[in-house]
C-alpha cells in the first residue's frame, strides 16, 4: 500500500478511515475524533500540508466529509519527556537490527509515546525508515529487541513466532518461597483482566506456558529463568504473581500499585530483562543468538 506522507523524524505517518457519519466537514471529524488535539492546533496542521487523504491529496479546513477515505497525518505531542536511558545496538547487518532496550522505554510509538520509543529513536539513528520489530517486549522489560531492516522479509521473521520456532529467555527478581518445587512449568489461559490493562488467569483451555528455573537465592529473594514457550501479553508478570512469586518493582501485579498514567519512578525498574533470543534465521539460514549484556543482581 502507498503511504503518500513520508516518515518524519523517525516517526511513520498515522493513519485514519473515515467511519459513515454526518460531519460536515473532514475537520469537524478529526476535532471529535481527536479531542485532545486543539483546533488551532489542527489548522496548523492543515495549512502546513500534515494532513492528506489516501491520494496524497491535502485536507483544507472546509474539505467536504466523505466516509470510507483514508486520512494519513503526523502524530504528535505538545510535551514528551526525555526517557533519560539509552539504547545499545548489539548487532546490524541487512537483514536485523537487535538493540539491548532500557527499562520505561517502548519499543514502538503509541499512548503517551512518540519520539521516545525504541523503533523511532533507531529509525533517526540508524536513518532506515523502514524497520520494523518483529516481536515486542513490555514497555517496563528491559533486554533484546529484533528488529526487520527488508520490508519483503518481514513475514519470514513473524512466521518464527508464529510457528513456536523461537527461543526466549528471560530474568527475573522475586520473592524465594522454599515450599515450591523448582523447576516448575506454569500452563494457564490468560485473558484480559481489569482495569484494562492488566492481564489475568481465567479457566478454560491453555493458551500460555512458561518454564520457570531457579538461577540462585540470596534469604527471602531468588533470581528466576524464565522460558516462555507462548507469547501472551504480561505472561511471564501473570504467571509468576500466580504462584506468589510478584516481580520486584512491578506496579500492576498482583495489584494496581499506581495508575497506567502516573509518571515512572526512574529508581524502581521492573525487575524483569529478555536476556536472550535464539533461532534459525528464516532468510539466511544461519542460526542466530543475541544476548543482553545486563543481569539482575540480587
Given at each position: 500500500?502507498?503511504?503518500?506522507?513520508?516518515?518524519?523524524?523517525?516517526?511513520?505517518?498515522?493513519?485514519?478511515?473515515?467511519p459513515?457519519?454526518?460531519?460536515p466537514?473532514?475537520?469537524?471529524?478529526?476535532?471529535q475524533?481527536?479531542?485532545?488535539?486543539?483546533?488551532?492546533?489542527?489548522?496548523r496542521?492543515?495549512?502546513?500540508?500534515?494532513?492528506?487523504?489516501?491520494?496524497?491529496?491535502?485536507?483544507?479546513?472546509?474539505?467536504?466529509?466523505?466516509?470510507?477515505?483514508?486520512?494519513?497525518?503526523?502524530?504528535?505531542?505538545?510535551?514528551?519527556?526525555?526517557?533519560?536511558?539509552?539504547?545499545?545496538?548489539?548487532?546490524?547487518?541487512?537483514?536485523?537490527?537487535?538493540?539491548?532496550?532500557?527499562?520505561?522505554?517502548?519499543?514502538?510509538?503509541?499512548?503517551?509515546?512518540?519520539?521516545?520509543?525504541?523503533?523511532?529513536?533507531?529509525?533517526?539513528?540508524?536513518?532506515?525508515?523502514?524497520?520494523?520489530?518483529?516481536?515486542?517486549?513490555?514497555?517496563?522489560?528491559?533486554?533484546?529487541?529484533?528488529?526487520?531492516?527488508?520490508?519483503?522479509?518481514?513475514?519470514?521473521?513473524?512466521?518464527?513466532?508464529?510457528?513456536?520456532?523461537?527461543?526466549?529467555?528471560?530474568?527475573?527478581l522475586?520473592?524465594?518461597?522454599?515450599?515450591?518445587?523448582?523447576?516448575?512449568?506454569?500452563?494457564?489461559?490468560?485473558?484480559?483482566?481489569?482495569?484494562?490493562?492488566r492481564?489475568?488467569?481465567?479457566?478454560?483451555?491453555?493458551?500460555?506456558?512458561?518454564?520457570?528455573?531457579?538461577?540462585?537465592?540470596?534469604?527471602?529473594?531468588a533470581?528466576?529463568?524464565?522460558?516462555?514457550?507462548?507469547?501472551?501479553?504480561?505472561?511471564?508478570r501473570?504467571?509468576?504473581?500466580?504462584?506468589?512469586?510478584?516481580?520486584?518493582?512491578?506496579?500492576?501485579?498482583?495489584?494496581?500499585?499506581?495508575?497506567?498514567?502516573?509518571?515512572?519512578?526512574?529508581?524502581?525498574?521492573?525487575?524483569?530483562?529478555?536476556?536472550?533470543?535464539?533461532?534459525?534465521?528464516?532468510?539466511?539460514?544461519?542460526?542466530?543468538?543475541?544476548?543482553?549484556?545486563?543481569?539482575?543482581?540480587?
Amino acid at each position: 500500500m502507498n503511504i503518500p506522507l513520508a516518515t518524519r523524524d523517525g516517526v511513520a505517518p498515522s493513519c485514519v478511515s473515515l467511519p459513515p457519519g454526518n460531519w460536515p466537514t473532514m475537520l469537524d471529524f478529526l476535532l471529535q475524533r481527536f479531542g485532545g488535539i486543539a483546533h488551532q492546533e489542527w489548522l496548523r496542521r492543515l495549512a502546513a500540508f500534515e494532513v492528506v487523504d489516501e491520494f496524497g491529496v491535502a485536507v483544507t479546513p472546509e474539505r467536504v466529509y466523505r466516509p470510507h477515505v483514508r486520512l494519513y497525518y503526523y502524530r504528535s505531542l505538545a510535551h514528551e519527556p526525555r526517557i533519560p536511558f539509552e539504547e545499545v545496538i548489539l548487532f546490524q547487518d541487512e537483514q536485523l537490527v537487535v538493540a539491548d532496550k532500557p527499562h520505561f522505554l517502548p519499543v514502538t510509538a503509541g499512548g503517551g509515546y512518540v519520539q521516545e520509543a525504541l523503533q523511532v529513536r533507531l529509525k533517526r539513528r540508524l536513518q532506515i525508515d523502514a524497520l520494523q520489530p518483529i516481536h515486542r517486549i513490555d514497555r517496563e522489560t528491559a533486554g533484546v529487541v529484533v528488529f526487520c531492516v527488508q520490508p519483503a522479509q518481514r513475514d519470514a521473521y513473524h512466521a518464527l513466532f508464529r510457528q513456536h520456532a523461537v527461543q526466549k529467555t528471560y530474568q527475573a527478581l522475586a520473592l524465594w518461597r522454599a515450599e515450591l518445587n523448582f523447576p516448575q512449568t506454569r500452563l494457564s489461559r490468560i485473558v484480559r483482566g481489569e482495569p484494562f490493562f492488566r492481564q489475568c488467569e481465567a479457566p478454560g483451555a491453555a493458551n500460555a506456558h512458561t518454564e520457570i528455573q531457579v538461577l540462585e537465592v540470596q534469604g527471602a529473594r531468588a533470581r528466576y529463568r524464565l522460558l516462555p514457550h507462548t507469547g501472551q501479553k504480561h505472561q511471564l508478570r501473570v504467571h509468576m504473581a500466580a504462584l506468589g512469586l510478584a516481580l520486584e518493582n512491578d506496579p500492576y501485579y498482583p495489584n494496581v500499585r499506581r495508575a497506567q498514567d502516573e509518571s515512572d519512578d526512574w529508581n524502581r525498574p521492573l525487575q524483569l530483562l529478555a536476556k536472550s533470543i535464539a533461532f534459525v534465521d528464516p532468510v539466511t539460514g544461519q542460526p542466530r543468538l543475541f544476548e543482553s549484556p545486563r543481569e539482575l543482581r540480587l
